[in-house]
């Protein structure tokens, strides 16, 4: 069984400053990861995923995400956060040689304080 | 280019009624799915399709049967609504699913589903 863990409810950071949205994840073989974010009553839009190769995945709105294999993590990252950053993030696994169908994460309520 | 859209956008049913949602994508791809969204909980995989004319469980399956109507078209039926699957419906899709191989999925706006 395949499983991920978004360890805080909610991260709050002040506009400008760097900001980092962790996850963690478990499958029995190599996996494919993702991070979606989720605006106020709308569905989920896609902002990165590893699938092989380089370990540090850029995607979109400035977003980058480092895949560790060692620490079984793919935290989420932002140099300099916008208020409008402001969302629920949600982190997602697929093992390479499981069913379709992705795992998610219970999400991370990113707010940026102005 | 719509990418994947859903109907209805609300509805409310009275336990033990039945609907079908309807979910359909425009970008010509082979795998779609059901996700259910509750709070706190993430998102559920309910049914998925990886192809026309297959369909598959998730991770909660019980109460929900689907129909892959065509390449197009993915539905989701509720045969006997229960409050417990009050809930928001995501359909989404996916260009490719083979063994070892998946891209990335595109969702739709949702269905807000109430069950009194």
């Known amino acids: 069984a395949q499983s991920v863990a978004q360890p805080e409810d909610q991260v709050n950071v002040a506009e400008g400053n760097p900001l980092t949205v962790k996850c963690t994840y478990s499958?029995?073989?190599?996996?494919?990861l993702f991070w979606y974010v989720q605006y106020p009553n709308r569905g989920l839009q896609f902002l990165l995923k590893y699938i092989t190769g380089d370990n540090l995945v850029k995607g979109s709105y400035g977003f980058e995400a480092e895949f560790n294999k060692s620490q079984t993590s793919f935290h989420l990252k932002k140099p300099s956060a916008l208020v409008s950053d402001s969302a629920l993030y949600f982190c997602?696994?697929?093992?390479?040689?499981?069913?379709?169908?992705?795992?998610f994460g219970k999400g991370t309520h990113l707010i940026i304080q102005p | 280019n719509a990418g994947v859209t859903q109907t209805p956008k609300f509805q409310v049913l009275k336990t033990g009624q039945s609907m079908t949602l309807q979910c359909a994508q425009d970008m010509n791809h082979n795998s779609m799915y059901w996700y259910r969204q509750d709070p706190g909980m993430g998102l559920r995989l309910i049914y998925y399709?990886?192809?026309?004319?297959?369909?598959d469980k998730g991770e909660v399956p019980n109460g929900y049967n689907v129909s892959r109507l065509n390449k197009r078209e993915f539905s989701l039926r509720l045969e006997s609504a229960a409050p417990s699957q009050t809930s928001v419906y995501f359909c989404?899709?996916?260009?490719?699913?083979?063994?070892?191989?998946?891209?990335?999925?595109?969702f739709g706006p949702g269905t807000r589903l109430t069950v009194l």
């Open positions: 997602a696994v697929r093992d390479r040689g499981g069913a379709d169908g992705l795992t």
């Open positions: 399709s990886a192809s026309e004319g297959t369909t």
């Open positions: 989404a899709s996916s260009e490719a699913s083979s063994s070892g191989r998946l891209d990335t999925q595109y």
């Open positions: 499958v029995s073989g190599n996996p494919y």
